[in-house]
């Protein structure tokens, strides 16, 4: 992870955006890719957020979106997911 | 003094220098299998052993077992002198000692072996650069150490570079080394329970979170990283034709 600016799919052996946003649109969410993009920065703020209330720390937004698309802690919160 | 050094000191008192004449009819009887004259001819020359032993004696080498190994050598050259050619015994002999010891310290001094041939060499050159460093006042280059001592450039090359001194990888006081116990540290969470605890609390809290993520954003997330979906969840994760393929395809 070392001088990375993202997780990409390929680290992960996960879909792109655009794949992804075909299967929700099939089964019924409609959206496109960057979209796709944007609700997982959302999903990531959102747990940055609940973390810096556990915390007592006050973010402010820009930061809360800075750390949700660190690559560190995306690669952090994947991890925990896949229950490693 | 050493037990060995003891022994080896009444041997020498109790034994007399021989002079020639005795030397020759010695080295004749023990030539002819008199264990006696070998005895003694052997005992009236350990003087010769402890004096070259003592010359070739370095730190990192044991004094009783240099004097054992240039015993060898001694016995070497009782067994191979011959008077017949008019020599001193204590000329034929030092070289044989010298031998020994020259061989035992090569053994001993360094973990690689390297011949003792080339270890000479290596000291030779050795003495050769400090000695034109200090008439031309810079390090000789190659060319110049080949044109003075009348060896190959390729053989002073090799030389030099068998003969470096080995530097231990686990040594502390090398800088450069790291250490076997960093290569092998134990990075078990048993190692640090502290840290260990944090990390669980760390990762509880995570987990506490994730739960704030819409089934949505959860399923788009395990989607762009390949986190499996919960199976029994078929309501929030139904698997599409789509990432079937994707699935079969990663097969």
């Known amino acids: ?84 | 003094m050493t037990l060995l050094n003891s022994t080896f000191s009444e041997i020498i008192k109790s034994n007399p220098l021989l002079t020639k004449q005795q030397e020759f009819d010695l080295s004749k009887k023990a030539k002819n299998g008199d264990m006696i004259a070998r005895q003694k001819l052997v005992e009236s020359n350990y003087r010769l052993v402890i004096s070259i032993a003592k010359k070739y004696h370095r730190k990192n080498v044991d004094f009783d077992d240099l004097l054992q190994e240039s015993s060898m050598g001694l016995l070497k050259a009782v067994d191979r002198f011959d008077p017949d050619l008019g020599h001193k015994f204590s000329t034929y002999a030092c070289w044989w000692i010298k031998q020994a010891a020259l061989q035992y310290i090569n053994e001993q001094g360094s973990d690689i072996k390297v011949p003792t041939h080339s270890r000479m060499l290596y000291a030779k050159i050795k003495n050769r650069v400090k000695e034109l460093e200090k008439i031309n006042g810079k390090t000789p280059s190659l060319k110049e150490i080949s044109d003075d001592i009348g060896e190959p450039v390729k053989k002073i090359k090799y030389t030099i570079k068998a003969n470096k001194p080995s530097v231990s990888y686990d040594n502390e006081n090398n800088s450069d080394a790291i250490s076997m116990k960093d290569k092998l540290a134990d990075n078990s969470y048993l190692s640090n329970p502290h840290d260990n605890l944090e990390r669980l609390e760390l990762i509880s809290l995570i987990k506490k979170n994730l739960k704030l993520l819409s089934v949505k954003e959860e399923k788009i997330i395990r989607l762009r990283f390949g986190i499996e979906e919960d199976k029994n969840d078929t309501i929030n994760f139904p698997i599409t034709n789509d990432m079937k393929e994707y699935l079969l395809n990663e097969k």
């Open chain 1, 1 to 84: 992870m070392k001088n990375k600016k993202y997780v990409t799919a390929n680290d992960h052996k996960g879909l792109d955006y655009r794949s992804i946003a075909e299967i929700m649109t099939a089964s019924g969410d409609k959206m496109n890719h960057s979209t796709v993009r944007n609700i997982i920065t959302r999903g990531f703020s959102k747990i940055v957020k609940g973390m810096s209330e556990d915390y007592d720390l006050k973010y402010s937004d820009e930061k809360i979106k800075e750390i949700a698309q660190s690559p560190e802690f995306q690669d952090s919160i994947i991890q925990i997911m896949k229950g490693k």
